[in-house]
């Protein structure tokens, strides 16, 4: 009961995934990306495989042969969706025959956008034809953009529960790892959530190499994001149970 986009940017290298659905907490079922490699694993997931995949095409595994690999003693294939792409931007794509309609995938130039339980075919060729159209953006703001598409073209016919937004450059830590794990609008909240970070994106992967770098708040103001960061109000605690 997902929707998601598979992808890798070019110009930089990174490789990513944005992804929705209608049940909560997707972002840790469903989402497998390192600096190698991205795999989607949805419809009825199960993250050991999900890992074992993209274990496999990290290692040098050409994305349809880890598919065929994972698949070949599931009994559980016919349920399964899976979309890969690699570091070379090599691609392949999975959608089993007991999977809810409408259900599919569809690859483009850099990406595989799929999806099931979705309202028709065109909730994917929104995300591809968004993905596609933006190619001077950061990946992250791409994938956003894909997965507003694919809800603005109806998305799921229950509607969304959770999203999550995950993108690997050349470290071995994420470079963007955002989740919503439940609410009414999952991909309006992550796009609230984004537009606050994106401008820490840079600054913590400074951060990893020079821990003498400003305070965050300090950071946003040297870089001209300057926001009102008001004291919270001290906790109060009543007494200790038992107390006299």
Not at 24 to 32: D, E, K, L, N
Not at 62 to 71: F, G, H, K, R
Not at 187 to 193: C, D, G, V, W
Request: hydrophobic share 40%; glycine share 10%; proline share 6%.
């Amino acid at each position: 009961m997902t929707f998601s986009i598979a992808a890798r940017c070019t110009r930089t290298g990174q490789l990513g995934i944005g992804i929705a659905t209608s049940s909560p907490v997707v972002g840790s079922r469903c989402v497998h990306v390192s600096r190698e490699a991205a795999v989607a694993y949805q419809s009825v997931p199960d993250p050991r495989l999900g890992a074992r995949t993209l274990q496999r095409v990290a290692q040098g595994g050409l994305p349809q042969q880890a598919i065929d690999e994972i698949l070949r003693n599931d009994a559980w294939a016919g349920k399964r969706q899976i979309g890969i792409i690699d570091g070379s931007g090599r691609i392949a794509g999975f959608t089993g025959d007991l999977n809810v309609a409408w259900a599919g995938h569809l690859a483009g130039t850099d990406h595989i956008a799929q999806g099931n339980v979705l309202a028709g075919p065109e909730v994917v060729a929104a995300m591809s034809e968004a993905f596609a159209g933006c190619t001077d953006l950061d990946l992250a703001e791409r994938l956003l953009l894909a997965i507003e598409a694919g809800r603005d073209a109806g998305g799921q016919i229950e509607g969304q529960t959770s999203s999550a937004l995950q993108v690997h450059a050349r470290d071995t830590f994420a470079l963007v790892d955002l989740r919503v794990d439940l609410s009414d609008e999952p991909i309006a909240e992550l796009r609230r959530i984004y537009d606050w970070y994106a401008p820490l994106i840079p600054f913590y992967a400074r951060r990893a190499d020079d821990p003498g770098v400003p305070r965050y708040k300090d950071y946003l103001r040297e870089q001209g994001h300057l926001r009102s960061f008001a004291p919270r109000p001290p906790v109060t605690r009543g007494p200790k149970a038992g107390a006299r």
